[in-house]
């Protein structure tokens, strides 16, 4: 698994223990602290147990200030991107729409993951994400008195519910009373029967508890319903299709092969968090490298100007310039930084040099166009050579100035156009503690 760069963002309902999904996206923030990465939830409630921390004001401005993309990771029951992300996650734990009835609004650049196989549709090599989040210590049939028949209920209302179907002694589980976990599962080793009319992860601890699935259809609700397709993953080991004692003793053999597709998931959702974490951040070096290509500095040192050759000025008849670098003490580095940006544009304007008024001594800069004055008498000197009219223009920068493509030679000609001129001064982009260039223009003169 590659290393972790770029920080997840994970937006979410509150955790509860009633829903599968709810605890799929938590475990998967959990997972990312857990294994090295950065992630946090945002504006929810968490399980304590794990670590999935809630973002502050604090951590929240130091992503965004931090100058690299984040990426945020949505449900499918999140529409657009309301955390204007520069990197989406799509994480579908359902048919789009299925739960909140909505259009997700994707970007043409968002990744997808999914949950489960038949979640991704029409998805040509689907990328799956399968994390596996259930107690299988919890979860099993370690009881042998069945005494209950259960219907389930959740998405699908009690008003469509055909109760002639059903056992007459038969027991409502509605999430509308969701029960802790511990709770439910010593329900669901009572259950004789589980009925469903909806795809749950609770129908999956039904029969891990040793209860068979009947698998009902509702009218106008048929979106919900389990289906073959929507148990391929697991050859719907545990599921009746019809409701018959026959069909459903039958399936009561195949209970335990549930357990085994359980086993061999949870082996198989770390290879496929970790191509997650590798997508992911692949993704986000991307954007990254696009950002910097879209910056205004990359875009100023590596411009080229193309001038027609009616315009290019003879060399000999460019003005003499002189770059003095003020450099101050303890700014060596400063110093280096603005004559790396000034010495490959001097070959473009003959007769340009460098000047370095330094407090030291010497310098120690191996380029004869380099020449070394002190600090502390350069206005003289300065002075001495303009009077002998060793050369026509000095222009005056501190060690740190950086010089954008072809300046030198734009400058010279705009010089030698402007023979009236006895004083020239530039706009300027300030650059911040976080590297970003602010425009700063200069009042007139």
Known sequence: MRGFTFPYLLLAPDYIESSSGVQVIHQLCHMINEQGGKAWMVNCRVNPEWNTPVINSDDWKSIQNSGQPWIAIYPEIISGNPLSAPVCVRYMLNREGVIMNNRIHEGPDDLFFWYRNEFAEKAVDPQILGIESFDLQLFCDDNPEKDLNILYLNRVPESVVDFSRLPADIKILSMENPLPLKELAVVLKRTRVFYSYESSGTCAMAILCGSPVVALTAPGYEKYANTHETLRDNGGAGFCWENTPEAIDAERQNLWKMREYFLVRRARSQQQFENFVTLTQEKAEQRAAQDKRHALSDWLYKRQLPVPAEEVQSPSSLPLLRMLIAVQPGSEADRTSTLNALLPQLDQVTGCAVLLATPQETCHVSDDRVFQ?????????????????????????????????ESLRLLAEALHSRTGCAFVYADEGLSDNEGKIHPHFKPAF
């Open 373 to 405: 004055i002190r600090s502390d008498v350069w206005l003289n000197e300065i002075n001495c050579h303009l009077e002998q009219n060793v050369y026509d223009w000095i222009y005056v920068v501190p060690a740190g100035c950086q010089f954008t493509a």
